[in-house]
């Protein structure tokens, strides 16, 4: 799939909209390509030159960062403080970006990022870390009992207009009890 925005303009309003660290003057939000992505990281690492085995090693590498489970993909990361328990995994940076959203669908293929996407997934995020945020809580439409029965009722109603339109006229009376359906029985009974 292509693009029908490009990266540096969706990460360039991501900044717009949500601004850059004052401490790094990096961005808070970004969308980058799961490829692309290195970092350095404290591991055991064996060595190999062609199929024959030099070594094992602990040390600090610059190593792919999704390169185990995602492929070919973009990402919306979110930057972070590096917890204290992952410092000696990290250990040349404070701050990280860490993955927040993959850009593709229920079956796992690829899927071209928007602003919009992200706007709505970032907004998503500040609302549920956030209490002074801009977005109305949840309210269950179904909260209490009489809620309830009228939105069934008005569900109902719109399956039953769905299913036979101009053709029935008993809508709403199956619901409140004023009709009774007696079904035809299709077999024979033997005598």
């Not at 303009?9 to 970004?30: A, H, M």
């Not at 404290?42 to 185990?68: A, C, M, S, W």
């Not at 907004?123 to 029965?149: G, I, M």
Request: proline letters at 5%; a negative charge.
């Amino acid at each position: 799939m292509e693009l029908t925005e490009s990266i540096e303009t969706i990460n360039q309003r991501l900044i717009e909209y949500f601004g850059i660290d004052s401490i790094t003057g990096q961005s808070i939000w970004r969308v980058v390509w799961s490829d692309d992505q290195y970092e350095k990281r404290l591991g055991t690492y064996d060595d190999f030159n062609g199929n024959i085995y030099l070594r094992t090693v602990t040390e600090v590498r610059l190593v792919p960062k999704y390169n185990q489970w995602i492929h070919q993909k973009f990402i919306l990361e979110r930057l972070v403080i590096v917890p204290n328990t992952n410092i000696p995994e990290l250990p040349t940076t404070k701050v990280s970006y860490e993955p927040l959203w993959t850009f593709e669908d229920s079956k796992g293929e690829y899927l071209p990022p928007t602003f919009a996407a992200c706007k709505f997934i970032v907004d998503t995020v500040y609302a549920a870390q956030y209490s002074n945020h801009n977005l109305a809580r949840y309210k269950d439409p179904d909260s209490s009992k009489e809620e309830a029965l009228e939105n069934k009722r008005k569900r109902i109603d719109v399956l039953v207009e769905e299913l036979f339109g101009e053709q029935s006229s008993l809508g709403g009376s199956t619901v409140t009890g004023e009709t009774i359906i007696v079904p035809r029985n299709y077999e024979k009974r033997g005598n």
